[in-house]
């Protein structure tokens, strides 16, 4: 009599097996089967990937910069490219009219900007003088706890070795930070003048490396229609800071505040920072109305100006012609804003909604994407 193979032992051995689903915690999301491993993988990349932005700084954020700046110029350059102007002529044109704009501004706004810092000793004791009234208690109060201090100090005389260790002077500080943002700057423009040059090139390059002609028509029409979104999305909020300061440089000038182009250019500038660059503005034109002004009235109505304007154009301006189209949730502006300008500073804070909206961008546009992008959205 030849005995039946038990039928639970292969079921139970493979329950048993270190490599079951049991035992990997296999989780099904949208379709995808994550276990512990590829968890672990994608916190250590996560992980991986920070520590790389935050520490190449150098090279990273040229490259995102003259990307961004791609994005913005690519549809011009794709257009004199239709009247028969080489890409090469139009991406230098465009690049020698950009730089020549940015640096007649700064050029112009460099006076004003030289005699504020040159009158900031005075301001400071124009502030100091205004506040003594509100200094006076809190003088008294120091006096009285450092009579204290005198009373209950044991005096010991003890010798001691002074090292002394030699510090960097303000002068090399300095150079150090101009030669960086020099190469900064020098990286970004040679990197934007080859990507406009360029043409489609990278993007047919990516279609000739996919296998099925339907994916290549979806890259196509991905890399084109996010590109036509983001320069779109670069483009308005470049008009609305444009037409913001504009307002902000006249409502300075009907309020006679000093040099209200410099204001106006700073308050379109910091509109690219949501929230904090509202309320720094706010502060910044506060603390000159303060300086300027004796009537209270005149100087509580320089800084209302400003957030009236402000907040009119982001609650009502920008919704408006935005709509849905590039909305994503303020609480991932927030930290958008807050991780960014952790990794870079404020060149991270300047450039952490535009990355977001890219983001966001792509994530509408890819299929496996959109629960992302649904989140992220407002």
């Known amino acids: 009599m030849v005995d039946k193979p038990a039928s639970g032992s292969d079921e139970n051995d493979e329950g048993s097996s270190p490599y079951s689903p049991q035992n990997q915690k296999v989780v099904d999301v949208h379709g995808v089967l994550l276990n512990d491993r590829s968890i672990a993988l994608t916190g250590i990349f996560i992980f991986a990937s920070i520590f790389t932005l935050y520490f190449a700084l150098v090279i990273i954020l040229p490259v995102v910069l003259a990307l961004l700046l791609s994005f913005l110029f690519a549809p011009v350059v794709r257009g004199m490219k239709q009247l028969k102007i080489p890409e090469t002529v139009s991406s230098l044109f465009l690049l020698v009219v950009f730089i020549g704009t940015i640096g007649f501004g700064f050029y112009r706004l460099s006076d004003p900007a030289t005699e504020w810092i040159a009158k900031a000793p005075e301001s400071f004791r124009n502030i100091e003088y205004k506040l003594r009234k509100l200094k006076k208690p809190v003088e008294e109060v120091t006096k009285v706890t450092e009579q204290a201090q005198q009373l209950t100090k044991i005096e010991k005389e003890k010798e001691s070795q002074t090292v002394k260790v030699k510090e960097q002077s303000y002068g090399e500080i300095l150079f150090a930070q101009t030669r ?121 109505l320089v800084p209302f100006s400003y957030l009236l304007l402000t907040a009119l154009e982001g609650n009502i301006i920008t919704p408006l012609i935005h709509g ?48 992302i992008g649904e989140f992220l959205g407002n």
């Open 180 to 300: 960086d943002l020099i190469i900064g700057i020098v990286l970004v423009i040679t990197l934007l003048f080859f990507l406009l040059a360029s043409g489609d090139l990278f993007l047919l390059k990516l279609v000739k490396l996919l296998p099925r002609l339907k994916d290549k028509k979806q890259a196509v029409e991905i890399a084109r229609q996010t590109e036509r979104d983001i320069s779109a999305y670069l483009i308005t909020v470049t008009i609305i800071n444009i037409c913001l300061g504009s307002a902000i440089g006249l409502a300075m000038f009907l309020l006679k505040m000093p040099n209200p182009i410099l204001w106006g250019v700073i308050g379109g500038l910091l509109n690219y920072i949501p929230y904090i660059g509202s309320l720094t503005g706010i502060v910044i034109v506060g603390i000159v109305s303060f300086i300027t002004f004796e009537d209270l009235g005149h100087v509580i």
């Open 324 to 371: 849905r189209r590039f909305a994503v949730n303020p609480v991932i502006i927030f930290l958008s804003l807050i991780f960014w300008g952790w990794i870079w500073g404020i060149p991270g804070a300047l450039i952490a909604v535009p990355m977001t909206v890219i983001f966001k961008i792509v994530c509408d546009h890819v299929e496996s994407l959109n629960p």
